[in-house]
Nanobody, 126 residues
Framework: VQLQASGGGSVQAGGSLRLSCAAS????????AAWFRQAPGKEREFVAA?????????YYADSVKGRFTISGDNAKNTLYLLMNNLRPEDTAVYYC???????????????????WGQGTQVTVSS
């Protein structure tokens, strides 16, 4: 599976961005797909996940709940992350990831995801 992330950019606080992650080689259906982010000097952290195996149930980090929305289009084999009301602390490189056998209790663990995109930079200025 190859993942290609795009959509990053620079915005002011309060602005919005939509990230996309296009998959090739294997569909997102029946997988868990997620977004992680990594700020300079910090560890990669969980942002959001969607489990198509459980009907598209979504999960969010507390820091983004109510502001970010993860979704997917199986027909286009693309994962999205809509980010509203962005804050300077959201500045990071954002990565998409997927795994065909992720269990629910592990969805926030980046080291367990099999496939990764290359990352896209999001910069939020105050």
């Amino acid at each position: 599976v190859q993942l290609q992330a795009s959509g990053g950019g620079s915005v002011q606080a309060g602005g919005s961005l939509r990230l996309s992650c296009a998959a090739s080689g294997r569909t997102f259906s029946r997988q868990t797909a997620a977004w992680f982010r990594q700020a300079p000097g910090k560890e990669r952290e969980f942002v959001a996940a969607i489990r198509w195996s459980s009907g598209g149930h979504t999960y969010y980090a507390d820091s983004v709940k109510g502001r970010f929305t993860i979704s997917g289009d199986n027909a286009k084999n693309t994962l999205y992350l809509l980010m509203n009301n962005l804050r300077p602390e959201d500045t990071a490189v954002y990565y998409c990831a997927s795994d065909p056998s992720m269990i629910l209790s592990s969805i926030r663990m980046s080291r367990l995801y099999a496939y990764w995109g290359q990352g896209t930079q999001v910069t939020v200025s105050s």
